[in-house]
């Protein structure tokens, strides 16, 4: 029993690591964004609600004033980190070699910034009218 | 049968302990609820490709929201949209419900079935509230 090995890893080898080398800032930062999620995901269905059936002169017109934009620039940018933490965390559960380990979190960060930067581009021509 | 590692055997060689995977637990409702917890997160994940398509085609032109509403309206694109309703509503229901369990609530053998059941009917009954006040009140897709 004495010359077993301890189970317990040494503190010092993974304090302020983990597989992704960021601690549990991730954790704390996933619950942070799931509070704000749930108001700006009741909000973004009342306004998708509220644009069914209009046509694009009106959805433009809605879309494009200051408390939509607002609402859906916060929904997105919130969503866009809620997102990234979320398949990083998938990513790190089932991919276990290195190499594909990375690509795969490589392509996430892409993807995220990718649809999240092409979302808050289209509000922002929709609210500025350029 | 698996076998067992009694860290009785010695040597460097010796196999970090694991924790068991899925396959060896009957599965239960709360486990359940929380394997959709993650699938509707990957779900909505993609679907947020969804939005800014939507986004994008508002901010081109009436040609290009012509388009996205084409799709949206036709079957498939409503199956995608329903599906997508009732993904993020349950993974909303379902977060709070995780919310509930961060604060050490909620953990009884009959609370943590209630809550997880809440958050099943729950988001079957919002969709399809939604759904029926986005088509006889609003009219539905175009």
Redesign the interface.
Known sequence: MS???P?RTPLRQIRGLGSARSGTSHFWHQ?LT??A??PL?IGL?LII??L??RS??A??QI?GSPIVAIV?LLF?IN?AYH?WI??QE?ILDYVHEAKWKFLALMANTF?VFG??L??I???L??SFGV | MAELDTGMTTGATRPRPISPHLQIYRPMLTMVMSIVHRITGAALYFGMLLLAWWLIAAATGPNAYANVEWFMGSLIGQLILFGYTWALLHHMLGGIRHLIWDTIHGFEPAEREMLTLATLIGSIALTLILWVVGYLVMGGPR
Request: cysteine-free; charged content about 10%; hydrophobic content about 60%.
């Open positions: 010359d077993a090995q189970m619950r799931s509070v999620g749930v995901t269905l609600t509220a069914l059936g694009h002169a959805v433009v879309l859906m997105i969503t997102m979320g398949m998938i993807f649809v999240s092409a979302s581009y289209a509000i021509k929709l």
